[in-house]
């Protein structure tokens, strides 16, 4: 089983920046998915970005391209969310997520939650304006 743990989040004025990672318990990503949404108050968690671990390929919301860039790091196991330009509607308590096969357009199956089998607790992140 893998156990995901987000950290990094805060509170931030708008155009600041936050670096979010998400630790794991587990051996490797290799074949998996992953992926980060948020859920904000009286809203549908929605998703962010998206990455296939192996080969690096990502996927962006259109509501963060350009200013968020997911990445991992293989040695550490560690998947990031670098989050840059934030804005008050980034607000929200940010999930990370893991699948172990999702086949498919990353654009297809990755942007859905249901798809994923491992989540971590979340973190919070608060801009401000």
């Known amino acids: 089983q893998v156990q995901l743990v987000e950290s990094g989040g805060g509170l931030v004025q708008a155009g600041g920046s936050l670096r979010l990672s998400c630790a794991t318990s587990?051996?490797?990503?290799?074949?998996?998915?992953l992926g980060w949404f948020r859920h904000a108050p009286g809203k549908d968690r929605e998703f962010v970005a998206a990455?296939?671990?192996?080969?690096?390929?990502?996927y962006y919301a259109d509501s963060v391209k350009g200013r968020f860039s997911i990445s991992g790091d293989n040695a550490k196991i560690t998947l990031y969310l670098q989050m840059n330009s934030l804005k008050p509607d980034d607000t929200a308590v940010y999930y990370c997520?893991?699948?172990?096969?999702?086949?498919?357009?990353?654009?297809?199956?990755?942007?859905?939650?249901?798809?994923?089998?491992?989540w971590g607790q979340g973190t919070q992140v608060t801009v401000s304006s």
């Open positions: 997520a893991a699948a172990p096969r999702l086949p498919g357009a990353l654009q297809s199956v990755g942007v859905k939650p249901q798809r994923y089998d491992y």
């Open positions: 587990g051996r490797t990503f290799s074949s998996y998915t």
């Open positions: 990455i296939r671990w192996n080969s690096g390929t990502t």
